[in-house]
C-alpha cells in the first residue's frame, strides 16, 4: 500500500512570512495527526483528526498554526506568521480507525524560517 | 498517560544481538507498548507492537514482563543499517489515551 505522503519535502521562509504544509495518509485511514520534531528531540503531537473532525488540539499554538481536513482525507497544516523556533521537521501520521494500530508516518517537512 | 524512560543511546558492533529496555511504570490496562525507528531525514517508522509476554516478527523481538511496567526491543545481529534512534511508546491509538510527545528515543550506534 502506498505510504503517507507529505509535501513539500523543504520549505525555507522569512519570519513572519506564512506557509502551508500538505498530507495525504494512506487510504483507510481514519486518523490523522500532525507532529512537530525539532532537531535532537523526539515528535510532539501538535493536532490530532478523527475524519474531518479535531480530536486534540491542545499542543496547537492556535494564534499562529491552524489545520483542517475537510473532506476527511488529506490535510494541511498553516503557520502565519512564522517564528524562528517554529524550524523543525512536521510530521503527518496516519492509523486505522482500530485500538491498537501503530502509526504510520510520512517522511515529514523540513521547514527553516531564517 | 503512561511515561517513557529509555537509555539516551547505545553502541554495539556489527553482528551483536541488540537490547534496548523502556520502562513504562505508569502503564494503563488498555495501553500497547509500540516501538519506533527513526533515520535521518526521515519519519518513524513503525517496528514492533505487543501487549504482553513476547512478540516478533521479521525483524525484532518484544519482551513484556507480566506487570508490564519494562519492555525490552530485541534486535538479532544488527548491521551498519540498524544506527538509528529507537522510540518506545505506550498508548492506546484512537482511545483517547495518545502519546502527545516521544521521548527522546534511544541513539543506536553500530560499529563495523
Known amino acids: 500500500e502506498a505510504g503517507v505522503a507529505q509535501s513539500p519535502r523543504y520549505k525555507i521562509i522569512e519570519k513572519r512570512q506564512s506557509v502551508a504544509f500538505w498530507c495525504n495518509p494512506i487510504s483507510g485511514h481514519a486518523t490523522l495527526y500532525w507532529y512537530q520534531q525539532i532537531l535532537g528531540q523526539g515528535p510532539k503531537l501538535l493536532i490530532q483528526?478523527?475524519?474531518?473532525?479535531?480530536?486534540?488540539d491542545s499542543q496547537l499554538p492556535k494564534d499562529r498554526f491552524s489545520a483542517e481536513r475537510l473532506k476527511g482525507v488529506d490535510s494541511t497544516l498553516k503557520i502565519q506568521p512564522a517564528k524562528l523556533e517554529d524550524s523543525a521537521v512536521y510530521l503527518c501520521a496516519s492509523t486505522r480507525n482500530q485500538e491498537g494500530s501503530p502509526l504510520h508516518f510520512g517522511n515529514g517537512t523540513r521547514l527553516t524560517v531564517t | 498517560l503512561a511515561k517513557t524512560t529509555q537509555p539516551i543511546s547505545m553502541d554495539s558492533y556489527e553482528g551483536q544481538e541488540v537490547n534496548i529496555t523502556c520502562s513504562h511504570n505508569n502503564i494503563a490496562t488498555n495501553d500497547y507498548i509500540t516501538w519506533y525507528q527513526q533515520f535521518p531525514s526521515q519519519g518513524p517508522r513503525f517496528i514492533i507492537q505487543?501487549?504482553?509476554t513476547k512478540v516478533t516478527n521479521e525483524v525484532a523481538s518484544l519482551f513484556i514482563p507480566a506487570d508490564r511496567k519494562s519492555s525490552t526491543l530485541s534486535l538479532p545481529r544488527v548491521s551498519l543499517s540498524d544506527t538509528a534512534v529507537y522510540y518506545c511508546l505506550v498508548g492506546a491509538w484512537n482511545s483517547g489515551n495518545t502519546p502527545l510527545v516521544f521521548g527522546k528515543g534511544t541513539r543506536l550506534s553500530v560499529i563495523a
Open positions: 483528526f478523527q475524519n474531518n473532525g479535531v480530536v486534540d
Open positions: 505487543g501487549y504482553k
